[in-house]
T-cell receptor, first 111, second 113 residues
């Protein structure tokens, strides 16, 4: 089983719908991240969390929200999805050593 | 705030040739520096990292990188590439005491047979 699991792996939705992407990790890490990947733009940091009481905005947090339900779970929500949020989303975790462990990605298409 | 630039969007090299991928960062002090690789359809894997100490860092798969403070660079090198090295490579920077890790836009490496 993967150390960092993302669900769903693929999702197609319509403009205006609420979408939640979920992430869980079994590595016991306290730090978790959400990134968005677009061709030619690399990975852009959306939110990151040091622990369940610590949530920080990244480079592109507008239009997104997160919830750290437990040390092992970090969810990303799009309250009202729009087409330019179509992207590949990655969750990652680390224990502070700097090495990020990534999930396999969630591909979101907003029509 | 830290930032990172990868000047080359695409690089093409022949199999067996040497490789250097460029990375420049912006940060007021010595940052944490990373190189990750993403194979097609896959997630990202850490190749190597620099926190402090020896400025020449060895990584997995025969890669190395050199931290040059005077040039604000952390270039990735490999003496002889293999067809399996074709992938996208990302440089990333982190700030000591902060958990924010920022990625560059990536360099896609193509290998000619």
């Amino acid at each position: 089983d993967a150390d960092v699991t993302q669900t769903p792996r693929n999702r197609i939705t319509k403009t205006g719908k609420r979408i939640m992407l979920e992430c869980s990790q079994t590595k016991g890490h306290d730090r978790m991240y959400w990134y968005r990947q677009d061709p030619g733009l690399g990975l852009q940091l959306i939110y990151y969390s040091f622990d369940v009481k610590d949530i920080n905005k990244g480079e592109i947090s507008d239009g997104y929200s997160v919830s750290r339900q437990a040390q092992a779970k970090f969810s990303l929500s799009l309250e009202s999805a729009i087409p330019n949020q179509t992207a590949l989303y990655f969750c990652a975790s680390t224990d502070g050593t700097g090495e990020l462990f990534f999930g396999e990605g969630s591909r979101l298409t907003v029509l | 705030a830290q930032s990172v630039t990868q000047p080359d969007i695409h690089i093409t090299v022949s199999e067996g040739a040497s490789l250097e991928l460029r990375c420049n960062y912006s940060y007021g002090a010595t940052p944490y520096l990373f190189w990750y690789v993403q194979s097609p359809g896959q997630g990202l894997q850490l190749l190597l990292k620099y926190f402090s100490g020896d400025t020449l860092v060895q990584g997995i798969k025969g890669f190395e990188a050199e931290f040059k403070r005077s040039q604000s660079s952390f270039n990735l090198r490999k003496p002889s590439v293999h067809w399996s090295d074709a992938a996208e490579y990302f440089c990333a920077v982190g700030a000591p005491g902060d958990d924010k890790i920022i990625f560059g836009k990536g360099t896609r490496l193509h290998i000619l047979p």
